[in-house]
Protein backbone atom coordinates (compact mmCIF):
# COMPACT_ATOMS: atom_id res chain seq x y z
CA UNK A 1 0.00 0.00 0.00
CA UNK A 2 1.46 3.43 -0.72
CA UNK A 3 1.79 6.25 1.65
CA UNK A 4 -0.86 7.98 -0.46
CA UNK A 5 -3.77 4.91 -0.16
CA UNK A 6 -2.63 4.42 3.61
CA UNK A 7 -3.80 8.61 4.11
CA UNK A 8 -6.95 7.99 2.57
CA UNK A 9 -7.44 4.19 4.38
CA UNK A 10 -6.78 6.37 7.70
CA UNK A 11 -9.79 9.53 6.73
CA UNK A 12 -12.18 6.40 5.80
CA UNK A 13 -11.50 4.71 8.98
CA UNK A 14 -12.44 8.24 10.46
CA UNK A 15 -15.53 8.75 8.54
CA UNK A 16 -16.76 6.71 5.08
CA UNK A 17 -16.64 9.22 2.22
CA UNK A 18 -13.76 11.33 3.54
CA UNK A 19 -10.87 9.06 1.35
CA UNK A 20 -13.68 9.64 -1.87
CA UNK A 21 -13.42 13.13 -1.14
CA UNK A 22 -9.41 13.31 -1.06
CA UNK A 23 -9.22 10.95 -4.09
CA UNK A 24 -11.69 14.10 -6.33
CA UNK A 25 -14.36 11.51 -6.08
CA UNK A 26 -17.02 14.06 -4.58
CA UNK A 27 -20.28 12.49 -5.45
CA UNK A 28 -19.11 9.12 -4.28
CA UNK A 29 -17.75 10.38 -1.25
CA UNK A 30 -20.74 12.58 -0.15
CA UNK A 31 -23.07 9.39 -0.70
CA UNK A 32 -20.82 7.37 1.30
CA UNK A 33 -21.04 10.42 4.04
CA UNK A 34 -24.77 10.23 4.09
CA UNK A 35 -25.17 6.34 3.95
CA UNK A 36 -22.83 6.81 7.33
CA UNK A 37 -24.88 9.76 9.04
CA UNK A 38 -28.10 7.36 7.79
CA UNK A 39 -27.05 4.36 9.73
CA UNK A 40 -25.01 5.47 12.24
CA UNK A 41 -28.83 7.50 13.49
CA UNK A 42 -30.59 4.86 12.66
CA UNK A 43 -28.61 2.12 14.71
CA UNK A 44 -28.22 4.99 17.89
CA UNK A 45 -24.34 3.81 17.35
CA UNK A 46 -22.87 7.30 18.37
CA UNK A 47 -24.99 6.55 22.05
CA UNK A 48 -23.62 3.44 22.14
CA UNK A 49 -19.86 4.31 21.67
CA UNK A 50 -20.45 6.95 24.48
CA UNK A 51 -22.01 4.39 26.67
CA UNK A 52 -19.60 1.83 25.85
CA UNK A 53 -16.18 3.73 26.72
CA UNK A 54 -17.93 4.78 30.00
CA UNK A 55 -18.60 0.77 31.38
CA UNK A 56 -22.09 0.83 30.61
CA UNK A 57 -21.96 -2.10 28.43
CA UNK A 58 -25.73 -3.57 28.95
CA UNK A 59 -27.08 -0.01 28.14
CA UNK A 60 -25.25 0.10 25.24
CA UNK A 61 -26.70 -3.09 23.74
CA UNK A 62 -29.73 -1.76 25.26
CA UNK A 63 -29.29 1.19 23.08
CA UNK A 64 -28.38 -0.15 19.68
CA UNK A 65 -31.31 -1.33 16.21
CA UNK A 66 -29.11 -3.96 15.47
CA UNK A 67 -31.51 -4.13 12.46
CA UNK A 68 -29.63 -1.12 11.48
CA UNK A 69 -26.19 -1.76 12.85
CA UNK A 70 -25.93 -4.96 10.95
CA UNK A 71 -25.62 -2.64 7.65
CA UNK A 72 -22.77 -0.88 8.82
CA UNK A 73 -19.40 -3.33 8.48
CA UNK A 74 -20.53 -3.74 4.90
CA UNK A 75 -20.60 0.05 4.39
CA UNK A 76 -17.08 0.97 6.73
CA UNK A 77 -15.40 -1.80 5.14
CA UNK A 78 -16.12 -0.66 1.63
CA UNK A 79 -15.94 2.56 2.35
CA UNK A 80 -12.18 1.88 3.19
CA UNK A 81 -11.13 -0.24 0.34
CA UNK A 82 -12.94 1.81 -2.17
CA UNK A 83 -11.01 4.49 -1.41
CA UNK A 84 -7.62 2.46 -0.99
CA UNK A 85 -8.46 0.92 -4.27
CA UNK A 86 -8.61 4.37 -6.15
CA UNK A 87 -5.72 5.73 -4.22
CA UNK A 88 -3.60 2.77 -5.37
CA UNK A 89 -5.11 2.65 -8.53
CA UNK A 90 -2.14 1.34 -11.35
CA UNK A 91 0.13 -0.03 -8.57
CA UNK A 92 1.85 -3.62 -8.78
CA UNK A 93 1.17 -4.60 -5.40
CA UNK A 94 -2.72 -3.72 -5.77
CA UNK A 95 -3.87 -7.25 -6.28
CA UNK A 96 -6.31 -9.03 -4.19
CA UNK A 97 -6.67 -5.61 -2.24
CA UNK A 98 -9.92 -6.39 -1.32
CA UNK A 99 -9.30 -9.53 0.60
CA UNK A 100 -8.46 -8.12 3.91
CA UNK A 101 -11.73 -5.85 4.20
CA UNK A 102 -14.23 -8.22 2.96
CA UNK A 103 -12.80 -11.03 5.32
CA UNK A 104 -12.87 -7.97 7.94
CA UNK A 105 -16.16 -7.36 7.15
CA UNK A 106 -17.41 -10.99 7.66
CA UNK A 107 -15.87 -11.49 11.13
CA UNK A 108 -17.34 -7.74 12.37
CA UNK A 109 -20.84 -8.93 10.98
CA UNK A 110 -20.11 -12.39 13.06
CA UNK A 111 -19.10 -10.54 16.52
CA UNK A 112 -22.29 -8.10 15.86
CA UNK A 113 -24.55 -11.47 15.75
CA UNK A 114 -22.71 -12.69 18.88
CA UNK A 115 -22.45 -9.79 20.55
CA UNK A 116 -24.49 -11.27 23.73
CA UNK A 117 -23.59 -14.39 23.53
CA UNK A 118 -19.58 -14.27 23.55
CA UNK A 119 -17.03 -13.41 26.99
CA UNK A 120 -13.51 -12.79 27.07
CA UNK A 121 -11.98 -13.56 30.68
CA UNK A 122 -15.52 -13.54 31.82
CA UNK A 123 -16.64 -10.05 30.46
CA UNK A 124 -19.00 -8.84 28.19
CA UNK A 125 -17.48 -6.64 25.41
CA UNK A 126 -20.86 -4.89 23.65
CA UNK A 127 -21.58 -3.65 20.34
CA UNK A 128 -18.28 -1.39 20.19
CA UNK A 129 -15.18 -3.53 21.39
CA UNK A 130 -16.41 -7.01 20.57
CA UNK A 131 -17.04 -6.07 16.20
CA UNK A 132 -13.48 -4.06 16.93
CA UNK A 133 -11.78 -7.00 18.25
CA UNK A 134 -13.03 -9.33 15.57
CA UNK A 135 -11.65 -7.02 12.80
CA UNK A 136 -8.16 -8.68 13.61
CA UNK A 137 -8.88 -12.09 12.47
CA UNK A 138 -10.72 -10.94 9.14
CA UNK A 139 -7.90 -8.69 7.91
CA UNK A 140 -5.26 -11.67 8.86
CA UNK A 141 -7.21 -14.14 7.42
CA UNK A 142 -7.86 -11.85 4.50
CA UNK A 143 -4.02 -10.86 4.07
CA UNK A 144 -3.15 -14.67 4.19
CA UNK A 145 -5.28 -15.69 1.57
CA UNK A 146 -4.14 -13.00 -0.70
CA UNK A 147 -0.58 -14.01 -0.23
CA UNK A 148 -1.01 -17.71 -1.54
CA UNK A 149 -3.80 -16.52 -4.14
CA UNK A 150 -0.83 -13.83 -5.46
CA UNK A 151 1.35 -16.44 -5.30
CA UNK A 152 -0.63 -19.52 -6.82
CA UNK A 153 -1.48 -17.00 -9.69
CA UNK A 154 2.09 -16.00 -10.88
CA UNK A 155 3.15 -19.76 -10.20
CA UNK A 156 0.27 -20.65 -12.84
CA UNK A 157 1.26 -17.78 -15.05
CA UNK A 158 4.42 -15.60 -15.00
CA UNK A 159 3.85 -14.74 -18.34
CA UNK A 160 1.56 -15.19 -21.07
CA UNK A 161 2.31 -14.54 -25.21
CA UNK A 162 -0.66 -13.97 -28.17
CA UNK A 163 -0.10 -13.68 -31.90
CA UNK A 164 -1.08 -10.26 -33.21
CA UNK A 165 -0.60 -9.45 -36.95
CA UNK A 166 1.76 -12.62 -37.71
CA UNK A 167 3.81 -12.06 -34.77
CA UNK A 168 4.63 -12.52 -31.29
CA UNK A 169 3.28 -10.08 -28.62
CA UNK A 170 4.74 -10.51 -24.98
CA UNK A 171 2.61 -9.58 -21.82
CA UNK A 172 4.69 -10.18 -18.98
CA UNK A 173 3.72 -9.79 -15.24
CA UNK A 174 7.42 -9.93 -13.80
CA UNK A 175 7.97 -6.43 -15.92
CA UNK A 176 9.97 -8.44 -18.68
CA UNK A 177 8.59 -7.34 -22.28
CA UNK A 178 9.76 -8.78 -25.90
CA UNK A 179 12.76 -11.18 -24.22
CA UNK A 180 13.04 -14.44 -26.19
CA UNK A 181 13.59 -16.69 -23.67
CA UNK A 182 9.95 -15.86 -21.96
CA UNK A 183 8.99 -18.47 -24.47
CA UNK A 184 9.45 -20.83 -22.01
CA UNK A 185 6.67 -21.71 -20.09
CA UNK A 186 4.43 -19.32 -21.65
CA UNK A 187 1.03 -20.20 -22.57
CA UNK A 188 0.05 -19.47 -26.66
CA UNK A 189 -3.39 -17.44 -26.17
CA UNK A 190 -6.17 -18.45 -28.79
CA UNK A 191 -5.90 -15.81 -31.59
CA UNK A 192 -10.16 -14.92 -31.95
CA UNK A 193 -9.85 -13.68 -27.93
CA UNK A 194 -10.52 -10.25 -26.89
CA UNK A 195 -6.95 -9.44 -24.27
CA UNK A 196 -7.93 -5.34 -24.10
CA UNK A 197 -7.89 -5.60 -20.24
CA UNK A 198 -4.77 -7.33 -19.94
CA UNK A 199 -3.26 -4.75 -23.01
CA UNK A 200 -4.06 -1.94 -20.56
Known sequence: MTKNAFEKLLWSIALP????????????GLLFIFLEFLVNIQSNFNVAIISSFHGNIDTSIEQINFKWLMFYP??????????????????????????PFVFATYFVTIG???LTKILIFGVLLGPVF?????VVPGVLIGLVIRKYLTIFIKIRTPYLFLNK??????????????????????VELPKNRMYGDMLK
Not at 17 to 28: E, P, V
Not at 78 to 99: I, P, Y
Not at 130 to 134: D, I, T, V
Open 74 to 99: CLYFFSMWDAVKDANRGQENSSFLFL
Open 112 to 114: LIY
Open 130 to 134: LPMLF
Open 17 to 28: GFGQILNQKYIK
Open 165 to 186: NNGVFFIAKNGLQNSLPLLVNC
